[in-house]
């Protein structure tokens, strides 16, 4: 865990194969104002020498790093999405606001064609990982994800030791689409709650059609938890690095928004 700044802390949760810093590299900017803190989750990064199982350890310590900061805004990416939304159901009068990053929670977006395919290529992948080595597994998702097998290699070809690293720890991860996410607590919950994708442009993704699957995730839980979605027309999956001004603005708008009691 690293920490930036003081003020009003702001927790930023990343996602499978990465770590804080690489998660969230423009988010410091942000230490102008508030106190940052980038969570490298266990198996990652900095924690990269703890077990992790992902999801049921995870959403446990950043409910207990709320516990110890008192009241938070939290932002999440991809995997880390999933873990924010788990986190603010456990500890709701802790969170100042909650943002979420393309949460690949599937499952919630059971009927939409794009998501329950999307899902049923994943689940194996997780089911099968106890037995695959961190290379096997990084291709499989990939593969499950779509990429090609010429952007497979290109992946692969560039990872160092922390990326590997990260790799065998997202391996060690649940499914997040097992995770029991409590959407009625969320909705009741009365701090802003974001969620946020990208509009995955065909000349950026690659290929046309490319997250529909992360369109319907927000569309349904959008819904279901009274959430306002923000798309970034100019990114894929990350557009707090492609599209990092627009998007820190906008975290400054909504954490302006809800400050912390006297």
Known sequence: METFGVGVPAVLVHGSFGWGAETFPEQQALADEYQIILVDRRGFGGSKSEHSDGWPTDMCDIARLLDDLGPAHLVGQSYGAGVVLLAAALRPKQVLSLTAIEPPVFDLARGDPDADATAAALRPVFDRAPNMSREQFFTEWARARGMSEER??????????????????????????????????????????????????????????????????????????????????????????????????????VWSSREPPE
């Open 152 to 253: 497979i290699a290109e992946r692969t070809a560039s990872f160092g030791p922390e990326e590997w690293a990260a790799a065998e720890g997202s391996r060690q991860e649940r499914y997040l689409g097992d995770a029991p996410i409590d959407l009625e607590a969320l909705r009741a919950a009365a701090f802003p709650k974001v969620l946020v994708r990208g509009s995955w442009p065909s000349e950026l993704a690659g290929r046309d059609g490319a997250g529909r699957d992360y369109a319907a995730i927000c569309e349904a839980l959008a819904d279901q938890v009274n959430a306002k979605i923000v798309v970034f027309e100019r990114s894929c999956h990350n557009p707090q690095i492609e599209e990092h001004q627009a998007f820190n603005r906008l975290l400054r708008t």
